[in-house]
């Protein structure tokens, strides 16, 4: 009779959603470690999950979210490494650069990327580089013969390091101006002429400047990512561009972190049972038509990644092979 109960319990939980697991999460809180701060994509998703994830869970559990900013998400990423219950009650959503700052700064780093238990993304989302009408850029090819004014905030950020990779790998000329304090500065200064172009996420532009796409105020002339958005089938990717297997697998190492989209992950060291519940949860998570219908009101596009799938791109970035890290190093470390 035991064992009929017991089944039973299995085959209500599947009709109901939940993943059976071994009753640990009834009665408990999960929390979800947010290492990007109050805010943003990153935090408004994660309040998301935390509404639907738990109904996929067998016990139902509470679900926070507490933001653990600083260090440049180094510090909420050692804390899941390294102090997080390993028990299934923590899980989190770091910064996709986290396993590119293993391999290219390292600075403040007690994790490897490769050794936590990963429960899987909710999506890539690329990043253009796309430049003013008056410009009279319409491909890579033409900024080969003409000096271009790119805005950015600083040496050290995304929207200038994949121009900076342009420069030195195919040929570019982009000449950098920075210290705008925001990239709705640099948006501005667009407007007004002071610069040409800058690089930055498609949904950013298309949900904030809707009229520059539909007025072609602007050619979007690469993407940057794993592969191309299907709103952009002809625009091609920076890895696509590069001119030798070597500088592929530069541009590819230093798009990884696009590649990983929003990724969510659990401590090493959790049980087996308690991780598998986690992972097809989340996943379960990322197709609920609530939950899908709250990432569109906020313009978060979707597309789910498995465990499997992050996890072979960490691997891939935390391994890359060494003279692409070289290179990468040297293009990541400033621009003048």
Known sequence: MKRIAAASVVLIASALGA??????????????????????????????????????????????????????NVLATNFMYNAAPKDGTHIATINNSIPLHQVINGRGVQYDATKFNWLGSTGTYNSVAYV???????????LEKKEVLLGGTGPGSSIV???????????????????????????????????????????GLRSDHPDWIAQKKVDIILQIGGKRDPELPNVPMLHELARSEADREILKLISSPISLGRPYLA????????????????MATLRDPGFLEEAKKLDHEIDPQTAE???????????????????????MGGVE
């Open 19 to 72: 993943v059976a697991d071994d009753g640990f999460f009834r009665g408990k809180t999960v929390t979800i470690v947010n290492s990007t701060g109050n805010g943003g994509s990153y935090f408004n998703i994660a309040q998301s999950v935390s509404r639907y994830m738990p109904k996929y869970i067998d016990g139902a559990p509470a679900m926070i979210v507490k933001s653990m900013p600083g260090a440049g």
């Open 309 to 331: 799938e992050v996890a072979q791109i960490v691997s891939g970035t935390v391994n890359a092979p060494q003279a692409a890290i070289v290179v990468a190093k040297e293009i």
């Open 132 to 142: 003013w009408h008056t410009a009279g850029i319409r491909s890579v090819k033409d």
């Open 267 to 282: 401590p090493p060291g959790i049980p087996e049972v308690r991780l598998a519940t986690l992972r097809k949860a989340f």
């Open 161 to 203: 390091i994949y121009p900076a990779a342009m420069n030195k790998l195919l040929g570019s000329k982009f000449k950098f101006v920075l210290g705008y304090k925001s990239t709705h500065e640099i948006d501005m200064a667009m407007e007004r002429g002071e610069v040409e172009a800058r690089t930055g996420s498609y949904t």
